[in-house]
């Protein structure tokens, strides 16, 4: 099966300062790869997600780029500020054969914005 | 309000004794899904369900079971065959993946927290 890996583990940076988070996977069959955000004592959200058919996405302060030869994706955030602090999972999916979406989740990163 | 439900919030259980987590959702979508969150180790998926009186097993799937009766309800009962049940869980929906279709998205419950004692 597939299996995604993320890094770093946890990741402080200053107000204002970018963030980028990395993940890779192992299944070349993956083609959708969505980034949910998990603040603390809440539910993960979907912030960001690229189908591989693109290499960047873009929306606000947020963008991912995926290389699917060297299977990995990124998630960069510019700009941070306090409320981007939550854990992030990165995500990969093959569902185009079932229909249902088998996402398999990287360990999470928790991103601290220092004010 | 459309959303996806989970209960209980907390749950205790003595060791050897079943427990059933509920999750009940009204967005009318077709897949639902279990996931375990544990410090470290991200979301597992326990079991899956794309249609009604349909599921499969997930990566995780031993000392667990699910059914799957009604398109907007998927119960997880965690038996006394899991041998370390105390985590965190996840309900999901979303819908049916078609190619060039609609999103893929997982709309979360806010999850139950199970302590076995």
């Known amino acids: 099966g597939e299996n995604v890996e993320q890094h770093p583990s946890t990741l402080s940076v200053q107000e204002g300062d970018s963030a980028v988070i990395k993940c890779t996977y192992s299944d070349s069959a993956s083609n959708y790869f969505p980034w949910y955000k998990q603040e603390l004592g809440k539910r993960p959200q979907l912030i960001i997600d690229?189908?591989?058919?693109?290499g960047e996405k873009k929306d606000q302060r947020i963008a991912v780029t995926l290389n699917k030869t060297a299977k990995h994706f990124s998630l960069h955030i510019t700009e941070t500020q306090p409320e981007d602090s939550a854990v992030y999972f990165c995500a990969a999916s093959s569902s185009s054969q079932t229909g249902a979406n088998n996402l398999f989740f990287g360990t999470g990163t928790r991103l601290t914005v220092i004010p | 309000d459309g959303g996806i439900t989970q209960s209980p919030k907390y749950l205790f259980r003595k060791e050897g004794q079943n427990v059933t987590l509920s999750c009940e959702q009204n967005?009318?979508?077709?897949?639902m899904y279990w996931y375990r969150q544990d410090p470290g180790q991200g979301l597992r998926l326990i079991y899956y369900?794309?249609?009604?009186?349909?599921?499969q097993k997930g990566d995780i799937a031993e000392g667990y079971s699910v059914s799957r009766e009604k398109k907007e309800s998927f119960p997880l009962t965690v038996t006394s065959a899991q041998k370390n049940p105390t985590a965190f869980y996840l309900c999901a929906s979303s819908w049916r993946l078609v190619a060039g279709g609609r999103t893929g998205e997982l709309f979360f419950g806010e999850g139950s927290r199970l302590t076995v004692l």
């Open positions: 369900s794309q249609i009604v009186n349909d599921f």
């Open positions: 967005l009318n979508h077709d897949a």
């Open positions: 690229i189908r591989s058919n693109v």
